[in-house]
């Protein structure tokens, strides 16, 4: 997700300093200079934006040794586009404004296609002021940018997504089954659910992968496992029921015990294919 996000700030002029733990990976960044650590780029840089896939990394980069906030300066802003724990980004916000910065939790929805096309949906948590000022380099990155409230609401938002998108998942991937066991091709499933009230972007997105169970991760099953998890989190920190949620959350844990969770997330297929004893098309 980190380097076509990058690649797009490029070509749209913004001078970029890069920092990838494997520095190949930045060195790939033409028009990008290669810091040696993340303090270097915050001592580089105004704006600092991580990209990261969960809430230890992000911390060992902003707080860790040789982290941001030892090269940070008075007046920077931080721009976390990683899927964490709001409880961790109000931790993080919290230390960035002693040191005279600023914060925002801004995670992205699109997965690698969005990213590649600049067309990700951001959902942004933090001060008006501080939204406005990174607005420029948002609209670059994404299509749908949507300042949704103060700190750690970015990652609420995201964390209702991601709830959304399995649920999703789990519910066309029940239907495809009932379907071709059937007798009908999942094609014409998919077209006339996609013409109807059913219809979603999910089923658009993950079409192909589907139909010709070609799994290859747009975005990878242990991922959004760890988003559910961060979801749950979130509903026993604010006293709300998941209970379907939790369902889905245990069937993404199944496909990775079952070494599936390198797989794309639309692989949930193969699990109700499986205690079904049918797979689609068959």
């Given at each position: 997700?980190?380097?076509?996000?990058?690649?797009?700030?490029?070509?749209?002029?913004?001078?970029?300093?890069?920092?990838?733990?494997?520095?190949?990976?930045?060195?790939?960044?033409?028009?990008?200079?290669?810091?040696?650590?993340?303090?270097?780029?915050a001592e580089n840089s105004d704006i600092i934006i991580t990209m990261l896939p969960d809430s230890p990394q992000v911390k060992?980069?902003?707080?860790?040794?040789?982290?941001?906030?030892?090269?940070?300066?008075?007046?920077?802003?931080?721009?976390?586009?990683?899927?964490?724990?709001?409880?961790?980004?109000?931790?993080?916000?919290?230390?960035?404004?002693?040191?005279?910065?600023?914060?925002?939790?801004?995670?992205?929805?699109?997965?690698?296609?969005?990213?590649?096309?600049?067309?990700?949906?951001?959902?942004?948590?933090?001060?008006?002021?501080?939204?406005?000022?990174?607005?420029?380099?948002?609209?670059?990155?994404?299509?749908?940018?949507?300042?949704?409230?103060?700190?750690?609401?970015?990652?609420?938002?995201?964390?209702?997504?991601?709830?959304?998108?399995?649920?999703?998942?789990?519910?066309?991937?029940?239907?495809?089954v009932l379907g071709s066991k059937g007798g009908v091709a999942p094609e014409k499933i998919l077209d006339v659910l996609g013409?109807?009230?059913?219809?979603?972007?999910?089923?658009?997105?993950?079409?192909?992968?589907?139909?010709?169970?070609?799994?290859?991760?747009?975005?990878?099953?242990?991922?959004?496992?760890?988003?559910?998890?961060?979801?749950?989190?979130?509903?026993?920190?604010?006293?709300?029921?998941l209970p379907v949620t939790a369902a889905v959350d245990q069937m993404l844990e199944t496909l990775k015990m079952r070494g599936?969770?390198?797989?794309?997330?639309?692989?949930?297929?193969?699990?109700?294919?499986?205690?079904?004893?049918?797979?689609?098309?068959?």
């Open positions: 997700m980190g380097r076509p996000m990058a690649e797009n700030l490029i070509a749209a002029g913004y001078d970029l300093v890069a920092y990838n733990r494997t520095r190949e990976k930045a060195e790939e960044l033409e028009g990008a200079t290669v810091a040696q650590s993340p303090k270097e780029v060992e980069v902003l707080a860790g040794e040789n982290g941001v906030f030892e090269g940070i300066g008075e007046g920077d802003l931080i721009v976390d586009m990683s899927t964490i724990s709001p409880v961790v980004t109000e931790e993080l916000a919290e230390t960035a404004r002693e040191q005279g910065a600023s914060m925002l939790d801004a995670p992205v929805s699109g997965g690698d296609v969005g990213a590649i096309g600049g067309t990700l949906a951001i959902m942004v948590g933090g001060s008006e002021e501080d939204f406005e000022r990174a607005l420029p380099l948002f609209e670059v990155m994404g299509a749908a940018v949507t300042h949704v409230g103060p700190t750690g609401a970015g990652q609420v938002v995201k964390a209702a997504n991601q709830i959304v998108v399995a649920l999703t998942i789990e519910a066309v991937s029940e239907a495809l013409g109807g009230l059913a219809g979603n972007k999910v089923m658009e997105a993950k079409r192909e992968k589907l139909l010709e169970h070609s799994f290859d991760p747009g975005f990878r099953i242990e991922l959004h496992h760890k988003d559910l998890g961060i979801a749950l989190a979130a509903g026993r920190e604010y006293g709300v029921t599936r969770g390198d797989q794309d997330h639309s692989a949930i297929l193969t699990l109700i294919e499986e205690s079904s004893a049918h797979e689609i098309g068959s």
